[in-house]
């Protein structure tokens, strides 16, 4: 045999220097949720190993995330029922706990980049990301409340603005709008395929933001459709979106993919809670070695072409990373 291409397998030094998808530290985005006040941390019972956190606890972990490498972040807002109203009109408010707790990170830490959420869920008393009326979602009305919240958080100095709502138009809207008011540096990380999954259950435990009646499937895309997400980037690029993001991961590979081919846009997968949570469950039974699945899902991310994954698996992976327990 003149071809052996186990000649190329025959060693570890050699498996890594021939290695086609590399996945790093600074590759990840590590989604935090931020409480209100003072209490203390509570884990996610959907999510083992993830915690809800007061801003102190928040810093903390930060700064243990940067000494391992994880510079990128993205915060989301565990926000009281008593404060919900169908319009998010607390998401809008410029002094609400998120946006300040957002101001006190970039000044505690300004090498990080951060991220925040733009939609009204969070927020709002129906759980949708738009503003319902007579059982409907109002497309650009939605657009003015989303423009609203993502200038309030712009004045944080927050690095980028990430629109997950799935309204039509609302990255031009969101970049009209920052422009206008002179964050021109503000970048957008669009949700750009952000599909009708049953993989985000844990994430709406983590935030109560499940939608009270209803689905989300007039705005976030049929599972079946991949030709759709193409025409998604296209809008997004031209509205002016900085970063594109397919959301989740583990079952749109091919999406990214696609993407990846037809963009010359940086990409990010969201490797999102229902899929943490399976492998978690899946490890904790005994059924399955949490740690190679684990590895093996995150690569297959990044050969599929994302440049970055926002991951809740972000700071263990690092932890391994840097004690060479990644193979």
């Not at 006040?37 to 928040?58: H, Q, V, Y």
């Not at 998120?98 to 951060?114: A, G, H, M, N």
């Not at 899902?297 to 992976?317: C, P, V």
Request: glycine share 6%; with cysteine.
């Amino acid at each position: 045999m003149l071809k052996r291409p186990r000649r190329n397998r025959k060693s570890q030094s050699i498996r890594n220097l021939v290695q086609e998808a590399i996945l790093l530290p600074q590759h990840f985005i590590y989604p935090l949720f931020l409480l209100e006040g003072n209490a203390p941390k509570i884990e996610i019972s959907s999510m083992p190993g993830i915690f809800r956190l007061n801003l102190l606890d928040m810093l903390h972990e930060i700064e243990e995330c940067l000494k391992i490498g994880i510079e990128s972040f993205i915060i989301f807002p565990v926000v009281d029922e008593s404060k919900k109203d169908k319009t998010a009109s607390y998401g809008t408010q410029k002094n609400n706990f998120y946006v300040r707790s957002l101001r006190i990170v970039k000044e505690k830490f300004p090498e990080t980049c951060i991220m925040t959420d733009v939609a009204m869920d969070p927020y709002s008393s129906d759980g949708h990301d738009g503003l319902v009326e007579n059982g409907k979602i109002l497309n650009d009305k939605t657009l003015e409340i989303l423009v609203q919240m993502a200038l309030v958080q712009a004045e944080t100095g927050i690095d980028y603005i990430g629109p997950s709502d799935m309204m039509d138009g609302r990255v031009q809207a969101i970049r009209e709008g920052l422009d206008k008011n002179g964050f021109y540096e503000t970048g957008i990380i669009s949700y750009t395929a952000k599909y009708a999954s049953g993989f985000y259950g844990p994430f709406r435990d983590a935030l109560d933001s499940a939608p009270k009646f209803g689905d989300k499937k007039t705005y976030q895309m049929n599972p079946a459709n991949s030709e759709e997400a193409l025409l998604e980037m296209e809008l997004d690029i031209e509205e002016g979106a900085d970063i594109l993001m397919v959301k989740p991961a583990l079952s749109y590979l091919d999406v990214i993919h696609r993407l990846k081919n037809h963009c010359h846009l940086p990409l990010a997968a969201y490797n999102v809670s229902g899929e943490y949570a399976m492998i978690k469950a899946g490890g904790l039974k005994g059924w399955i070695d949490e740690k190679k699945v684990r590895n093996e899902i995150l690569i297959s991310m990044k050969r599929a072409g994302t440049d970055m994954i926002l991951s809740y698996f972000a700071k263990e992976w690092a932890l391994d990373y840097l004690q060479n327990k990644i193979y």
